[in-house]
């Protein structure tokens, strides 16, 4: 009967000790998730301007497509094009280069805008593929807000602009998962 004791009372030190670790894993997960938490809402408040690209590919609207595809590297994504003062006068990405390459459905209604898109020669110019109207993020405001502009739109890339217009900077969601890394460490 002792050994049966002894068997259940090791078997019931082994659950306690069990329940324990258990415990204190739980403890240090809630520890680091209110941190991590913490840390997400500082990166929502970060400005802009500390997180944006302040290397990015500048077009102008008159350079042709061949010379934009040229100047697109293996890791740039997208251009901004501005005139002549530096303001944005457009937007284009490497899907809306790809989108020219994309032919018309069989039954496509086929007008002469459309045609006009996919008639891509030597000749054509940022300006024929361009963004006119890009959507854009203020250069002093928080990440927090250019997040929720992200995830409205489902945009990836968003020129950074000051009050008057001129182009600053891009922000890139890699831009931004590189922060979160930072701050989570």
């Given at each position: ?51 944006m690209d302040r290397d990015y ?30 303001k944005l006068v457009g937007f ?53 807000h250019a997040i929720r502009i ?36």
């Open positions: 009967m002792d050994t049966l004791n002894a068997g259940e009372k090791s078997h019931e030190a082994k659950a306690k000790k069990i329940r324990i670790i258990h415990s204190k894993r739980r403890l240090l997960q809630l520890q680091r998730k209110e941190e991590l938490s913490h840390n997400i809402r500082y990166v929502s408040k970060v400005p802009v301007r500390l997180v590919l500048v077009v102008h609207p008159h350079d042709s497509l061949a010379t934009l595809i040229e100047s697109m590297g293996e890791e740039e994504s997208s251009a901004i094009v501005v005139d002549s003062e530096g284009v990405t490497m899907k809306d280069i790809l989108h020219l390459f994309d032919v018309p459905r069989r039954h496509s209604i086929v007008g002469f805008g459309l045609l006009k898109r996919y008639s891509v020669t030597r000749a054509t110019r940022v300006e024929d593929i361009m963004v006119t109207r890009p959507i854009t993020v203020g250069i002093n405001d928080d990440l927090g992200m995830l409205e739109t489902g945009k990836h890339h968003l020129p950074v602009v000051d009050d008057g217009g001129r182009a600053h900077g891009l922000l890139e969601v890699k831009d931004i998962i590189r922060l979160i890394r930072l701050v989570s460490l």
